[in-house]
């Protein structure tokens, strides 16, 4: 059973009825969900994965004093601690008496700051641009079992949506660096004989197409080891899991590069013809990097637009 559901199945069984007849008052303005650090929260958990931080437990995220103040606060706590230790042959872990628990009860502002950095969802374009994308991915993930008070929800919703020029501003960056590193440098390192600097150059092209791909999506790329298996489920681009795979998994005699320029430029094209279907450049070439700063042109802040065109990633 994956963890998120083995999330809701407790909360359903044990957790709604605890908050039902222990805190009825309540019920109107508790949030309940598994959100979240942990590959369960992206539904990518396995057995493998249940070794550490496994557990049937789930989130109940509170609104701020003025609503549930510290002591209604801590007897939620103390009534979530006391379910039961074992569900479906799954132990609970231990709470943290010093916080920093994954589940259990949680302020909401407290939740988004430790994600974002601020406690509203209310993002200025700096923020935007300097928040790592995994918290964001961290923080609008997993599954929200309910919300009648719906303040959870509206920052998570705010967030899903990064704004245009942002978007466009670091999708500009990322082109040119899958220009530079693949279409480019890949090649000049391999007619150096330098093999290492080759394959650190399909690095640098594989995560900016990894990038690239996900706000082509417009989604947040989780951390780095999930990246693959969340791109085989992306709706546009995900048949590039398996060309990448192999720019990363070979070598670089002269034949196996060859063959990867080959796909570099599959890719590359690939790419060109999604930004082209989102109306996101007019360039007419297959260079990545003119299709960069046509991507760039569709910024329409002038400070933003103007700014290093590398400046966003």
Same mark, same amino acid.
């Not at 942990?38 to 990518?44: N, P």
């Not at 000049?188 to 996900?214: K, P, S």
């Not at 947040?220 to 720019?247: D, G, N, V």
């Given at each position: 059973?994956?963890?998120i559901?083995?999330?809701?199945?407790?909360?359903?069984e044990?957790? %709604?009825p605890?908050?039902? *007849?222990?805190?009825?008052e309540?019920? =109107?303005?508790? !949030? $309940?969900g598994?959100?979240?650090?942990?590959?369960?929260?992206f539904?990518?958990?396995d057995?493998?994965?249940?070794?550490?931080?496994?557990?049937?437990?789930f989130?109940?995220?509170?609104p701020?004093e003025?609503?549930i103040?510290?002591?209604?606060?801590?007897?939620?706590?103390?009534?979530y601690a006391k379910?039961?230790?074992v569900?479906?042959?799954?132990?609970?872990?231990k709470?943290?008496p010093?916080?920093?628990n994954?589940?259990g009860?949680?302020?909401t %502002?407290d939740f988004?700051? *430790?994600?974002?950095?601020n406690?509203? =969802?209310?993002l !200025? $374009?700096g923020?935007w641009?300097?928040?790592?994308e995994?918290?964001l991915a961290?923080?609008t993930n997993?599954?929200?079992?309910?919300?009648?008070?719906?303040?959870?929800?509206?920052i998570?919703?705010?967030?899903?949506?990064?704004?245009d020029?942002?978007?466009n501003?670091?999708?500009a960056?990322?082109?040119l660096?899958?220009?530079?590193a693949?279409?480019?440098?890949?090649?000049r390192c391999i007619?150096h004989?330098e093999?290492a600097?080759?394959?650190?150059?399909?690095?640098?092209?594989?995560?900016n197409?990894?990038?690239a791909?996900?706000?082509?999506n417009n989604k947040?790329?989780?951390?780095?080891k999930w990246?693959?298996?969340a791109?085989s489920?992306?709706?546009?681009?995900?048949?590039l899991?398996?060309?990448l795979?192999?720019?990363?998994?070979?070598?670089?005699?002269?034949?196996?590069?060859?063959?990867k320029?080959?796909?570099i430029?599959?890719?590359?094209?690939?790419v060109i013809?999604e930004?082209?279907?989102q109306?996101?450049?007019e360039?007419?070439?297959n260079?990545?990097?003119v299709?960069?700063?046509?991507?760039?042109?569709?910024?329409?802040d002038?400070?933003l637009?103007?700014?290093?065109?590398?400046?966003?990633?």
């Amino acid at each position: 059973m994956k963890g998120i559901e083995l999330s809701e199945k407790f909360y359903n069984e044990y957790g %709604a009825p605890m908050i039902k *007849s222990e805190f009825p008052e309540l019920e =109107g303005v508790i !949030a $309940v969900g598994l959100v979240g650090a942990g590959s369960e929260c992206f539904g990518f958990d396995d057995e493998i994965s249940h070794d550490h931080d496994f557990e049937p437990g789930f989130c109940m995220f509170i609104p701020g004093e003025d609503i549930i103040d510290s002591r209604t606060e801590f007897r939620l706590e103390r009534a979530y601690a006391k379910l039961p230790k074992v569900f479906e042959g799954v132990e609970r872990l231990k709470l943290n008496p010093v916080g920093g628990n994954r589940h259990g009860v949680i302020r909401t %502002a407290d939740f988004y700051e *430790s994600k974002t950095g601020n406690k509203t =969802g209310e993002l !200025a $374009v700096g923020e935007w641009l300097s928040i790592p994308e995994t918290y964001l991915a961290e923080a609008t993930n997993g599954k929200v079992f309910r919300d009648d008070y719906s303040e959870f929800s509206a920052i998570r919703e705010s967030l899903m949506n990064m704004p245009d020029d942002v978007r466009n501003k670091k999708l500009a960056g990322n082109l040119l660096l899958m220009a530079q590193a693949g279409q480019y440098n890949y090649g000049r390192c391999i007619n150096h004989g330098e093999t290492a600097a080759a394959q650190l150059a399909i690095g640098e092209f594989v995560n900016n197409t990894l990038a690239a791909v996900f706000r082509l999506n417009n989604k947040y790329m989780p951390f780095y080891k999930w990246s693959f298996r969340a791109l085989s489920q992306l709706e546009k681009l995900s048949e590039l899991t398996t060309p990448l795979e192999i720019l990363l998994t070979t070598g670089n005699t002269q034949e196996l590069a060859d063959r990867k320029q080959g796909i570099i430029d599959e890719i590359g094209n690939a790419v060109i013809e999604e930004l082209k279907a989102q109306n996101l450049t007019e360039a007419k070439n297959n260079n990545l990097g003119v299709h960069a700063y046509s991507v760039n042109e569709r910024v329409k802040d002038p400070s933003l637009r103007n700014a290093h065109i590398l400046s966003a990633v």
